[in-house]
Nanobody, 119 residues
Framework: QVQLVESGGGLVQAGGSLRLSCVAS?????????IGWYRQAPGKQRELVAR???????TYADSVKGRSTISRDNAKNTVYLQMNSLRPEDTAVYYC????????????WGQGSQVTVSS
C-alpha cells in the first residue's frame, strides 16, 4: 500500500519561508514517475504548485516560480518543497501527489498539510 506523508506546514508571516516534506512508503523511488505538490485554498480548486519527474525535470506554477524549489531525495524516497517570500495568497492545504510507473500509472495523494501565511 503506497502512502504519502507530508510534514512541515504551519503558520508563517508574510515574507517568511517553509519547507514541506513528503515521504513515500510502500514503493521504491524508481517506481515513482512523477511526484509533486498541489494546493487547495478554501473555495478554490486544487492546483499544481510544483512537480518533479523521474529524470529530475521540474514544473512550477507561475504563481510560485522564482520563490519555490522542489527537490527529490531518492535515497530517502522523499520530496521537498522549499517556499520563500511567502504571501497570504499562498495560504492553502498542500497535498503531496505521486504517480507511479508511467503517465498512465496509479496516482496517490497524501493527507494534506496546512500552510497559513499571515499578513
Amino acid at each position: 500500500q503506497v502512502q504519502l506523508v507530508e510534514s512541515g506546514g504551519g503558520l508563517v508571516q508574510a515574507g517568511g519561508s517553509l519547507r514541506l516534506s513528503c515521504v513515500a512508503s510502500g514503493t521504491t523511488s524508481s517506481s515513482i514517475n512523477d511526484i509533486g505538490w498541489y494546493r487547495q485554498a478554501p473555495g478554490k480548486q486544487r492546483e499544481l504548485v510544483a512537480r518533479i519527474n523521474r529524470g529530475g525535470s521540474t514544473t512550477y506554477a507561475d504563481s510560485v516560480k522564482g520563490r519555490s524549489t522542489i527537490s527529490r531525495d531518492n535515497a530517502k524516497n522523499t520530496v521537498y518543497l522549499q517556499m520563500n517570500s511567502l504571501r497570504p495568497e499562498d495560504t492553502a492545504v498542500y497535498y503531496c501527489r505521486a504517480q507511479l510507473h508511467t503517465t498512465f500509472g496509479p496516482i496517490y495523494w497524501g493527507q494534506g498539510s496546512q500552510v497559513t501565511v499571515s499578513s
